[in-house]
């Protein structure tokens, strides 16, 4: 059989094995304090997400379909007093946290971690408890998430990271059957041989078009689809049942290979990303994490119009006297949000637009939740602004977060701001901020004493015994779904 750049030749291992041993040996003490604090706060921010998407109208569809298909099992569906078997409740609660664009994406390789990550860990924790009565500590359960956080980004730079939403796959949906699988599989303690089975059959089942962006519920349940594959991958794999070996170097029909091919990269993929600098090299550094409800290539476009709003303001009081609008991207951003949007939108479109989300951020002076409600989505003067707006791919600004803004007025005064990425990358978004949108986005949406205990719980999982007694936070119904 044909054997790829890094496969094993019997004497080295490949980097599929590589990171397969890393998982398995990796221990808490390996990881660096301030690496498990901020895993911490992205898992408090990824709850943040869950509740507040729990109950909106494309994920309540959701979860009637899923009710109506699944019968009753060991596994909460945040939001709801429901339980149901791990596969259908992992799918829900990621599709859950990624129900509005305010969740995290890695930098360099996009992927939502906490939506592929936690929904698969708690609902393999839950399962396991109620089949065996085993129980797992926070310490545990934290250092499963970390080795999912390593795993999905280094899969991602092995596909050169952004290119792939350039070509038109999702990309943290191919990235994130790996992510959580991993988890999974450090969280079960299995072997480095069934942690291999575990990516191999992950890996077979990636997949993601990115053309659902432009309206399709989908969207927002394409990690989902990863969070319940990799699951699926590792408990199956705990059983014995074999995957594909050495799927990330397999030349013939391996995972790089084919999500490779079409690639204008030289080379096509890189499989010593993979495994490059496990344990010295945190991925988990380049997490960022949403001040916009919207996709994180629109932040740049956010916070330009927000500094020339800071700049000028009386020159963009009146928003009736722009005349024109020019966004300036690098290819990534422009494929993925310099889309031409058209009335009327969904909201799932307008959250993927930059065109869009500029319009919005200078009429409302924020781009929140309630900027796209179904009330707000079809407002005149956004889409006479969007109409004024030019969406380019300019090469100078390179592949990276930076982006330019120029406004022209009537007058023929024009303004212009170039920012190199958005707040939330430049300086980007502290532990004590994600508290802070902790609380604002959990305010009135949930008890104030059910959301101190699970605050108080996440910032202190490690001394946690049983991490099933934060998942009994996240049962049963909430106060005021968003409408």
């Known amino acids: 059989m044909a054997r790829g750049h890094g496969a094993s030749n019997g004497h080295e291992a490949g980097v599929t094995k590589q990171l397969c041993q890393w998982i398995q040996r990796v221990s808490f003490d390996d990881v660096p304090e301030d690496v498990r604090t901020r895993a911490k706060h992205l898992i408090l921010d990824g709850l943040a997400c869950a509740i507040v998407g729990s109950h909106l109208p494309w994920t309540e569809t959701a979860a009637r379909a899923v009710f109506d298909m699944e019968s009753p099992g060991n596994c909460s569906v945040w939001g709801y007093e429901r339980k149901i078997g791990p596969l259908p409740a992992a799918l829900l609660n990621s599709t859950a946290i990624q129900g509005f664009e305010l969740d995290d994406w890695h930098l360099a390789a996009p992927l939502h971690s906490n939506s592929l990550i936690l929904p698969a860990l708690f609902a393999a924790a839950s399962q396991e408890s109620a089949k065996n009565s085993t129980k797992f500590d926070g310490k545990t359960f934290l250092l499963s998430v970390i080795a999912g956080y390593e795993t999905g980004p280094r899969v991602g730079n092995a596909l050169y990271g952004k290119d792939m939403l350039t070509r038109g796959w999702h ?18 303690n299995l072997s480095v041989e069934s942690i291999e089975d575990a990516l191999g059959i992950a890996c077979t089942q990636a997949g993601g078009l990115m053309a659902a962006q432009f309206g399709s519920d989908a969207k927002r349940m394409q990690h989902g689809f990863a969070a319940r594959n990799g699951l699926f991958a590792a408990l199956l794999a705990r059983q014995g049942y074999t995957g594909i070996k050495n799927v990330y170097e397999e030349s013939y029909g391996g995972f790089l290979a084919m999500f490779g091919d079409g690639s204008s990269k030289e080379p096509r993929y890189l499989p010593e990303e993979v495994s490059k600098e496990l344990g010295q090299k945190w991925q988990l550094r380049l997490i960022g994490v949403k001040l916009h409800a919207s996709m994180a290539a629109t932040h740049c476009t956010i916070d330009c119009i927000h500094a020339l709003q800071e700049r000028y303001p009386k020159e963009l009081a009146d928003v009736g006297e722009i005349a024109g609008i020019k966004l300036e991207m690098g290819e990534a951003a422009w494929k993925h949000g ?146």
């Open 171 to 188: 990309s943290g949906a191919v990235f994130g059957p790996s992510a959580s699988a991993a988890a999974v599989s450090k969280l079960l």
């Open 338 to 483: 310099g889309f031409e949007v058209k009335r009327p939108i969904s909201t799932t479109g307008g959250q993927m637009s930059c065109a869009y989300t500029a319009a919005v951020q200078l009429v409302d002076g924020q781009v929140l939740a309630d900027q796209f409600g179904h009330d707000k989505l079809d407002r005149d003067i956004i889409w006479e602004l969007v109409g004024k707006t030019q969406c380019v791919h300019e090469p100078d600004v390179g592949d990276t977060y930076k982006q330019r803004v120029t406004i022209t007025l009537k007058s023929g005064t024009t303004l212009t701001q170039e920012l190199e990425g958005p707040k939330s990358v430049f300086p980007g978004v502290s532990n004590t901020d994600i508290v802070d949108k902790w609380r604002r986005l959990t305010h009135g949406i949930i008890e104030e004493k059910r959301r101190d205990e699970i605050e108080k719980l996440v910032l202190d999982i490690e001394r946690l015994d049983d991490v099933g007694e934060l998942e009994k936070l996240l049962f049963g119904s909430i106060l005021n779904p968003i409408a």
